[in-house]
């Protein structure tokens, strides 16, 4: 089997774990703070009270730290939601989505990143890993509605889950308007009904 040499893709235990996890936590704070352009590797190290050498032997490069970052997050993320009905669950998606967006470190942060993976095709491919992964824990919440009945069975739950996320994201990064109570709900119960009224639907394939 093809070891994958993507950096920071080995998840290792003991000492290597301990430096792992000071090298993020500096890097984030890094990124919250200064931004892409302002993830200085070897200030990395200094931060983290790493050798200099480690962290370019592991990481390589900014974007290196970015990739094995958001694994990081996609790791220790909330699970999804279990309320029992379609709009508790995307609601308490929301939820989630927003209060990441609204935090003082977190939000600056996701900044940082989205910015990276429009100049990077490394930190690009990692948020898509990211989203990819939370897509995926929180699809069994449309699955299960359409199991209920809630919704039809041919909904695509990316999509649904996509509709809740977007329009906090569009907040958070184009208009600069609150992430608030009215923003949240509003996110959650539009997807809620277009996906009751069947706007999700996956294509049929064709014959």
């Not at 094995?68 to 939601?81: F, G, K």
């Not at 609204?102 to 993976?117: N, S």
């Not at 923003?183 to 064709?206: H, N």
Request: glycine content about 6%.
């Amino acid at each position: 089997m093809t070891q994958d040499t993507t950096p920071g893709s080995i998840r290792p235990g003991g000492r290597t774990a301990r430096v792992r996890e000071a090298v993020l936590r500096a890097a984030g704070d890094l990124l919250a703070e200064h931004g892409f352009a302002g993830l200085d590797l070897t200030e990395v190290a200094a931060r983290a009270d790493v050798g200099k050498t480690t962290v370019y032997r592991r990481w390589r490069t900014p974007a290196g730290l970015v990739a094995d970052l958001l694994a990081e997050m996609a790791e220790t993320s909330l699970p999804h939601s279990d309320t029992g009905t379609l709009r508790g669950d995307l609601l308490a998606n929301a939820r989630l989505v927003a209060a990441t967006l609204t935090d003082p470190r977190q939000g600056r942060l996701f900044r940082a990143v989205i910015a990276a993976a429009t100049l990077d095709d490394t930190a690009a491919d990692a948020l898509h890993r990211f989203y990819d992964t939370r897509l995926t824990e929180w699809s069994p919440c449309v699955t299960a509605a359409a199991a209920r009945g809630e919704i039809p069975s041919a909904t695509d739950p990316r999509a649904v889950l996509a509709a809740v996320s977007a329009p906090l994201y569009y907040r958070l990064l184009n208009t600069g308007d609150p992430l608030d109570d009215r923003a949240i709900e509003a996110a959650a119960e539009a997807a809620t009904l277009a996906a009751t009224a069947g706007v999700f639907l996956q294509p049929t394939p064709s014959c």
